[in-house]
Nanobody, 126 residues
Framework: QVQLVESGGGLVQAGGSLRLSCAASGLTFRRYAMGWFRQAPGKEREFVAAITWSGGNTYYPDSVKGRFTISRDNAKNTVYLQMNSLNAEDTAVYYC???????????????????WGQGTQVTVSS
């Protein structure tokens, strides 16, 4: 059974940083592209970051590019999201996701992902 568990969320002041973690089990982690998405109240789910199964390429929307960094540690079956220079617009529930099958390309489309974590709340105060 595939399980993704996010951690590291919390309350942080504007301009601060947080590092989210997503621990995966039940799949051959190194063969799966991984992604992060977020959803704020009253807003649709938004793509945040993605990384290929090889770890050689990463993707970000303009809203977080230069501030957020996705990475993975295949020895620990864990994907990370380092978030710097946080602002109020970053407040949301953040979800970790794994691609629908092994060797799939990293994608900005949530429909390309079949496995999702429970989410972790990130709140940025001013």
């Amino acid at each position: 059974q595939v399980q993704l568990v996010e951690s590291g969320g919390g309350l942080v002041q504007a301009g601060g940083s947080l590092r989210l973690s997503c621990a995966a089990s039940g799949l051959t982690f190194r063969r799966y592209a991984m992604g992060w998405f977020r959803q704020a109240p009253g807003k649709e789910r938004e793509f945040v970051a993605a990384i290929t199964w090889s770890g050689g390429n990463t993707y970000y929307p303009d809203s977080v590019k230069g501030r957020f960094t996705i990475s993975r540690d295949n020895a620990k079956n864990t994907v990370y999201l380092q978030m710097n220079s946080l602002n109020a617009e970053d407040t949301a529930v953040y979800y970790c996701a794994a691609a629908a099958a092994e060797w799939r390309a990293a994608s900005t489309d949530p429909h390309a992902y079949a496995y999702w974590g429970q989410g972790t709340q990130v709140t940025v105060s001013s």
